[in-house]
């Protein structure tokens, strides 16, 4: 059974950084993709950062270009999402999540086509 499950959010002055995992198991496609999704208070889950399992090349919404970064440890099937230069906007709940069928490059931003997703964790930048 495939599984994501977050960790690493916490309260960080703005200009700050941030490290997120997310920890899957299961095994993950070759032909899928892990992505980050955010959610602030009041707002819909907004695309951050993808990769896709088999090649490892990542894609970030371009809103984050510059001050987000997603890399991969593949001894420990964790993916980061290193946040740095955080904004109180940055503020939201982050989530990670996969799908169980491929997910094309294309369309790693399509919140849609995951079916797996974890619990979340609280990113909070305080101004």
């Known amino acids: 059974q495939v599984q994501v499950v977050e960790s690493g959010g916490g309260l960080v002055q703005a200009g700050g950084s941030l490290r997120l995992s997310c920890a899957t198991s299961?095994?993950?496609?070759?032909?899928?993709?892990v992505a980050w999704f955010r959610q602030a208070p009041g707002k819909s889950r907004q695309y951050v950062a993808a990769?896709?399992?088999?090649?490892?090349?990542?894609y970030l919404a371009d809103s984050m270009e510059g001050r987000f970064t997603m890399s991969r440890d593949n001894a420990k099937n964790t993916v980061y999402l290193q946040m740095n230069r955080l904004k109180p906007e940055d503020t939201a709940v982050y989530y990670c999540?996969?799908?169980?069928?491929?997910?094309?490059?294309?369309?790693?931003?399509?919140?849609?086509?995951?079916?797996?997703w974890g619990q979340g964790t609280q990113v909070t930048v305080s101004s």
């Open positions: 999540a996969t799908s169980t069928s491929p997910v094309s490059r294309l369309v790693v931003g399509d919140r849609r086509l995951y079916n797996i």
């Open positions: 299961g095994g993950i496609l070759s032909s899928s993709a």
């Open positions: 990769i896709s399992w088999g090649s490892g090349n990542t």
